[in-house]
């Protein structure tokens, strides 16, 4: 889509989901079993933005984005044990 808009195209964008965000969202998905923590459920896809021009191309810095890298890389809570940084 911001390929589109930069070259000079209007572009309608819908949203699915109630939360916008699409890969970039961060919710309170299992409140249930894991009350409070918040996980992006796509988080597998975000190192992908660093293997191809797109950042430099679209000037993301320009527009604010600063790239958080993951500490962990992996959480998985189970109920019932206690939570341990690896």
């Not at 299992?30 to 950042?55: E, R």
């Amino acid at each position: 889509m911001a390929y589109l808009l930069k070259a000079g195209y209007r572009v309608l964008l819908l949203e699915k989901n109630a939360i916008a965000g699409g890969a970039s969202t961060t919710e309170e998905a299992m409140p249930q079993q894991a009350p409070g923590f918040k996980f992006n459920l796509c988080a597998i896809d975000h190192i992908f933005i660093h293997l191809g021009p797109v950042v430099e191309e679209l000037e993301l810095a320009k527009y604010g984005l600063k790239y958080l890298f993951c500490d962990p890389v992996l959480f998985c809570p189970h109920p019932g044990l206690p939570v341990q940084k690896i």
